[in-house]
């Protein structure tokens, strides 16, 4: 079954420059992100994450290969693009004179929405980044946080099927994060795809459904959240955590028994299994047995982190 699309890349190359000196900024990348997705781009500063957003809304040319959003390509058609997808660019910038409403209805006359939408659509749009009681004050008294969330009202604007976001949490403080976290499963549930470009990886991480990462203009991978998770598994190990009360050593015993486990670590009430194949089909039976279940408060799998994914891929998988 084909898959449906969002963002369709192949083969694409960027260099900035001439000849031999020229920098490679892209090199050679081809990516599928399905539409409704939640896709993470993450990668270090200079890994080339800004120039592909930036190619696929149209804002440079690549070099070679090519590109479709939305259906739409890159080179011949970023005006469509452009009415369909909400960008937040990295760095992102208001008019400090003005109030975050005025800065919204400004922009939502050069988005082209009807005259009689855009206050309604302004506030609507704050409301969702939690700023709607400051509409009336000027972006100078704005704390970067407040104007990255005003960035991404902008973004929200259009009501668009696609949101592209540039290191969306960078200022934001952890309150504010978790906000922005909300609100992408809010969107994502709604239909929308949204590609979200960072190096903040806990900071969005925990939201995506997909996920490529990127060094030096290369992807290393790309895949589904569960597709990355399982190849550090098989590399790493699975890894299962149960909280436990005490007199649990016949438990402690059993489990070493089953075949493939490498390692159990207890610290106080929590007891950390290592094996190198998935057991939780034998490890949830034998804790569910009477001698034993009233020992256990829980056993749930421990998946990779974001930072563990992506040292591994940087470190060549």
């Not at 990516?31 to 270090?44: E, N």
């Not at 200079?46 to 696929?56: E, F, Q, V």
């Not at 403080?173 to 609100?183: H, I, S, T, V, W």
């Not at 047995?289 to 040292?311: C, G, H, M, N, T």
Request: net charge neutral; aromatic share 6%; with cysteine.
């Amino acid at each position: 079954m084909k898959m449906d699309l969002a963002i369709e890349v192949e083969n694409l190359v960027k260099i900035y420059g001439k000849g031999g000196s020229g920098i490679k900024a892209l090199d050679g990348i081809s990516m599928k992100i399905p539409k409704a997705s939640t896709y993470g781009l993450f990668g270090p500063n200079g890994s080339g994450k800004t120039t592909l957003i930036s190619i696929l809304v149209g804002l440079i040319l690549p070099t070679s290969g090519n590109a479709k959003v939305l259906g739409f390509d890159v080179v011949k058609e970023s005006v469509e693009i452009r009415r369909r997808v909400g960008l937040l660019p990295e760095g992102f910038g208001f008019y400090d004179h003005m109030t975050a409403l005025e800065n919204l209805v400004f922009l939502a006359t050069l988005d082209k929405i009807p005259s009689d939408q855009r206050k309604k659509r302004a506030l609507e749009t704050l409301e969702m980044v939690g700023l709607k009681d400051r509409a009336n004050d000027k972006v100078s008294t704005f704390s970067r946080g407040m104007r990255q969330r005003l960035g991404i009202a902008q973004a929200l604007l259009k009501d668009p099927e696609l949101l592209i976001f540039d290191e969306p949490t960078v200022g934001i403080d952890p309150e504010g994060a978790a906000e922005f976290r909300n609100l992408v499963k809010s969107m994502n549930k709604e239909g929308k795809t949204i590609l979200m470009s960072t190096h903040l990886l806990y900071e969005v991480g925990m939201v995506c459904t997909h996920a490529a990462v990127i060094r030096g203009g290369k992807l290393l991978v790309q895949g589904s959240v569960e597709e990355l998770y399982q190849s550090v598994r098989e590399a790493k190990g699975y890894r299962y955590e149960l909280r436990v009360k005490s007199g649990i050593d016949m438990l402690l015993q059993e489990i070493r028994s089953i075949s493939d486990v490498i390692e159990i670590k207890q610290n106080e009430n929590h007891v950390t299994v290592l094996s190198r194949r998935e057991i939780w089909g034998e490890l949830l039976p034998l804790v569910s047995k009477p001698q034993f279940k009233d020992a256990v408060e829980s056993l749930k799998p421990i998946e990779p982190s974001w930072d563990e994914i992506y040292r591994f891929y940087q470190e060549g998988g």
